[in-house]
């Protein structure tokens, strides 16, 4: 078995000399839960999106999540539209509020939630849809904004992988959904350890968002310490939750944010790496949006598919494929030093889920054949191209 430092992850988070001084300097100020620091954050996000829009830090994408359902009226026994293809967060913030997650299948070429099968689930109860941006490649977001429009339904982006995806030119954030949530946990394309940032253009949603943010406070803290009017007042105007950004996360975040581009063009250019040196094996690889369509990719993940339909010379299935699983696949990957995921156990699998809203896998076949054909390939900033050619290299090797 490889040592620990030959050992190639999946995900790793790129933290420089910036970030630590950045750090330092927030301890050293003696501010060091939300301030200023948090302030520039919001307003740094808020500038690299380029619009009308409030930024609102938060301490993880799921607190983002259940701060904008909340916002958004959502209330016990209501239903709320979510991928099965995602990760649990997506839905858990619907069950804190009583109402029901309703779970749909996916598109098979782009593993996101499918418009066709959002269109189905719409009920009289229906109060929002939550499109996961797979990935990093955006939702059919014209078609659901549409869907969305068309029943009165709010729309709540989980952008947790997709910062930043252009949209037929519009960034994810700035889109015509009603509020858009990041994530910057420590394997997303930026991270502050934890956190989460959650954008969105209606000003009655951002301020119910901040109030609840912090207690349901009607100012938040650093008001109290630093305004001239009395300090010692404020007024609880509902049971509104701890879910503030700290200044020493937003510290980081400022300084992931000023690399976002460069972070953005690396995982860019492994990705297309990727495609290139793997395009003659039996993999499905992932969706790209189409050229010349204005939407970009985030690359947060490079899922590939066990392609089990490939055919070899005289249309013969290709033995390599029957032979090795996904499991065996990702087996033999560790084996070599070479770390890999699953993203994701679909939700309908999972017992909480399965159990509590009575789901059947036959009712999501492309989330299910996606599932057992998929792994996620390493790729992050800090990858070298070597790092990269030693996947290349056992893919090849284990899929003939
Ligand atoms: C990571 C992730 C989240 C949760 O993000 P946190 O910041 O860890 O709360 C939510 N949804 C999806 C799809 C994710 O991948």
Redesign the pocket.
């Known amino acids: 078995m490889p040592d620990a430092d030959t050992f190639l992850p999946f995900a790793l988070p790129d933290i420089g000399e910036e970030e630590i001084r950045a750090v330092e300097a927030c301890l050293r100020s003696g501010w060091v839960t939300t301030g200023p620091v948090t302030r520039r954050f919001e307003a740094a996000f808020r500038d690299y999106l380029g619009a009308e829009v409030e930024a609102i830090a938060v301490n993880?994408?799921?607190?983002g999540?259940h701060l904008a359902l909340e916002a958004a009226g959502i209330e016990p026994d209501d239903e709320v539209i979510v991928p099965t293809l995602?990760?649990t967060?997506?839905a858990e913030v619907v069950r804190y509020l009583g109402a029901r997650p309703v779970f749909v299948d996916s598109d098979p070429h782009t593993l996101n939630l499918d418009p066709a099968a959002v269109a189905a689930a719409i009920t009289a109860r229906t109060r929002a849809i939550v499109p996961?941006h797979f990935g990093g490649m955006a939702a059919d977001m014209d078609t659901i904004v549409r869907l969305a429009r068309r029943h009165g339904l709010r729309v709540i982006e989980?952008a947790?992988?997709a910062f930043p995806t252009r949209h037929h030119g519009r960034l994810v954030g700035t889109l015509d959904s009603d509020v858009t949530v990041f994530?910057?946990?420590a394997n997303?394309t930026m991270t502050t350890g934890?956190?989460?940032m959650v954008v969105t253009r209606d000003p009655r949603l951002a301020e119910r968002i901040r109030c609840m943010r912090l207690h349901g406070i009607s100012r938040d803290a650093f008001d109290r310490y630093v305004s001239r009017t009395p300090s010692w007042y404020y007024e609880v105007v509902a049971a509104g939750f701890k879910y503030n950004l700290t200044d020493i996360a937003s510290a980081i975040g400022i300084e992931q944010l000023r690399k976002i581009d460069r972070f953005q063009q690396r995982r860019a250019e492994l990705a297309r790496r990727y495609d290139d040196a793997l395009a003659d094996l039996p993999l499905v690889l992932p969706a790209r949006p189409a050229p010349g369509s204005g939407s970009t990719h985030a690359w947060h993940l490079y899922v590939v598919r066990l392609d089990r339909a490939a055919r070899g010379p005289g249309g013969a299935r290709r033995t390599g494929v029957d032979r090795i699983g996904r499991d065996a696949l990702i087996a033999r990957l560790a084996e070599r030093g070479i770390g890999t995921s699953v993203h994701f156990i679909p939700l309908h699998r999972q017992p909480y889920w399965r159990d509590s809203c009575g789901l059947h896998a036959a009712d999501f076949p492309v989330a299910e054949a996606a599932f057992e054909a998929m792994l996620t390939l390493p790729l992050y900033t800090r990858m070298t191209d070597a790092d990269q050619e030693r996947v290349i290299a056992a893919l090849h090797e284990l899929l003939p």
């Open positions: 993880s994408a799921t607190a999540l995602t990760f967060a997506s996961v989980d947790a992988h994530s910057f946990y997303k934890e956190g989460g």
